[in-house]
């Protein structure tokens, strides 16, 4: 089955204004960088956008809030950004903050047809307000639900034309949960090849889970923290 | 002297077993690596995908997909392993991780833990620290023992928002090795030429103290 789109152009038709998006990477690390761009275009606005970071001022998400084109972000950690905090503080942005293991588990369940899990993390905190516990095993867990999108946009390393992914290292992170919680999943990969070349057993992400797929045009992959040691 | 953050770091790492597979917090808690002692072999895992971390690349051989969950470049060791979000968080939450180093802002005498948000000031959300404590069987708390304005975050009762409950049982900070247990402080060991007073004085939640106090050896 193939799921090549030209280019991000078309990878991203259909994405409006008010839709709830998952977008892949731990901090610029494995972000869709190509469609961040191609959202920035198309102008769409009142984003509700999922995604463990918030990029930082001028690259990643942070590119959307500029454009105060999110109305709402579901998060782990939003340091690290002084545009995201400034919204925030002044209520123009929503942000639901969600423990990290929390975010993947949600999402995993959302593309695996789980509606609901309870976890121990947060019970007691402020992130357990509201929520039902329960006691298991002589422990209380929370229980929390599962995330779904409109669109989940990930990036991988390699992918072939039936959308099969492979990430490389740590850009892995969110992509493949994100890949299976999305109603419309967009890959953008930096090596797109024919069906029969990644090797079944090393595939990460299975096509099934991805409904388009398309080479990115550049990849800057800026680093956040760039830390090395004198040889 | 009270000990500095490397102090602080070299003295955990003496509670490291061989075996272990250890996640490292950002901060003091980073440091730890530095200080393995030779004669133990253990993994450490990054919850953002990453078991058997390795240090820092050379200058110019950094990959900007190649990071740990402080977003800094590393390098993977020989038998390392990359893995999504999700099989991270259930290493962590399903206990196969035998510890957990982290930081914090205030930590109290049931084992109460705040370290991710100061109302109206500090806003960056909690990454996978709840995760963290409210699975880990082992939990270290690298800290100092007061802020810069000399009081004590060794507490009664938390005054910030709660990042998890009852979970810590061991503190270390630049002034000494601290157990919880029974709802109260028990002081452990004392940092070179710190006196049990100078602790006392630093410590507002309650102090058990025994009648002889070890200096740790660093």
Known sequence: MNKVVNNVEDACKGIESGMTLMLGGFGLCGIPENSIAQLVKMGVKDLTCISNNAGVDDFGLGLLLQGKQIKKMVSSYVGENDEFERQMLSGELEVDLIPQGSLAERCRAGGAGIPAFFTPAGYGTEVAEGKEVREFNGKPHILETALTADFAIVKAW?????????????????????????KITIAEVEELVPAGELDPNEIHTPGIFVQRIFKGETFEKRIEQRTVRQK | ????????????????????????????????????????????????????????????????????????????????????????????????????????????????????????????????????????????????????????????????????????????????VLEIKDGQFHLVERAPGVSVEEIIAATEGDLVVPDNVPEMNI
């Open chain 2, 1 to 176: 002297m009270a000990l500095d953050k490397t102090g602080i770091a070299k003295r955990i790492a003496q509670e490291l077993q061989d075996g272990w597979y250890v996640n490292l917090g950002i901060g003091i808690p980073t440091l730890v690596a530095n200080y393995i002692p030779e004669d133990i072999e253990v993994e450490f895992q990054s919850e953002n995908g990453i078991l058997g971390m390795g240090p820092f690349p050379f200058e110019g051989e950094e990959d900007a997909d190649l990071i740990n969950a402080g977003k800094q470049t590393i390098t993977a060791r020989p038998g390392a392993v990359f893995f999504d979000s999700a099989t991270s968080f259930a290493m962590i939450r399903g206990q196969h991780v035998q510890l957990t180093v982290l930081g914090a802002m205030e930590v109290a005498q049931n084992g109460d833990i705040a370290n991710w948000k100061i109302p109206g000031k500090m806003v960056k959300g909690m990454g996978g620290a709840m995760d963290l404590v409210a699975s880990a069987e082992n939990i270290i708390v690298a800290m100092m023992h007061t802020n810069k304005a000399g009081e004590s975050k060794i507490l009664k009762e938390c005054s910030l928002p709660l990042t998890g409950v009852g979970c810590v049982k061991k503190v270390v900070t630049n002034l000494a």
């Open chain 1, 158 to 182: 390699k992918g072939d034309t039936e959308g099969n992914l492979v990430f490389k290292a740590t850009a892995r992170n969110f992509n493949p949960m994100m890949a299976m919680a999305g």
